[in-house]
């Protein structure tokens, strides 16, 4: 688990974001310099990840599109999920906060439950990653900052704040996973009408390729999964 701490040391954007989310008040600008690489920016999030009072139980993944992904070296970024930012979906609508002033929006989802811890090491691909999962379900990420420009000032700005990332709604588990996993399509609905479709093939190389980076990610962070 994180713990709460402070320090000389802690970046004062990891201390704004943070205190932000915990009064539910929006930025109404970046606080600080924005970071220009994702080295950076992950430095950030740690720090914010130390102050966060609560223990991580996933993380979220989002695509990094042309052409900062060669300018960064990364084709995808990612931001912890917290326990307490976890739901479960039942029969009634699953309700969550939003902060004002911040930004807010909705994502259809494939969650991967890993069947084991993963051994601490780097070089993992789709292939290697795949005999991790033991489960896989349908769910919605909750994306949230306090800061409205979030998604605006490119991906390294995004990633510092957990990824723009406030919550799980986790749904139900995918039957016979492994041999439906590329083919599986989703459609997100607001009040029955339709204003998003995608599927597992959205993101180039699919779920378990980002699997693997997450996986090597963490390694070079210093965390495991």
């Not at 912890?80 to 994502?107: C, H, K, M, Y």
């Not at 957990?162 to 439906?180: K, Y």
Request: glycine share 12%.
């Amino acid at each position: 688990m994180s713990h709460a701490h402070d320090n000389s040391n802690t970046s004062p954007i990891a201390r704004a974001f943070t205190a932000a989310r915990r009064e539910a008040t929006g930025l109404a600008r970046y606080p600080g310099d924005q970071p220009d690489t994702l080295s950076a920016a992950y430095a950030i999030q740690d720090d914010a990840i130390a102050l966060w009072p609560d223990r991580i139980a996933g993380w979220k993944l989002g695509r990094i599109n042309a052409p900062h992904d060669a300018r960064l070296g990364a084709g995808r970024l990612a931001g912890p999920i917290f326990s307490r930012n976890v739901w479960l979906a039942g029969q009634d609508p699953t309700t969550f906060g939003v902060i004002d002033g911040g930004f807010a929006a909705v994502e259809a989802e494939y969650v991967l439950e890993l069947g084991e811890t993963a051994p601490d090491r780097d070089g993992w691909t789709a292939e290697t990653a795949a005999a991790l999962v033991g489960r896989v379900f349908v769910g919605v990420e909750i994306a949230g900052s306090p800061f409205a420009g979030i998604n605006a000032h490119g991906p390294a700005v995004t990633a510092s704040d957990f990824g723009n990332n406030a919550g799980l709604i986790l749904g139900g588990e995918i039957a016979d996973w492994t041999s439906r996993l590329a083919d599986l399509t989703c459609t997100m609905q607001i009040d029955g009408q339709i204003i998003g479709r995608g599927g597992a093939a959205s993101i180039p190389g699919g779920p378990l390729d980002s699997l693997a980076f997450l996986l090597n990610l963490l390694h070079a962070r210093g965390r495991r999964l």
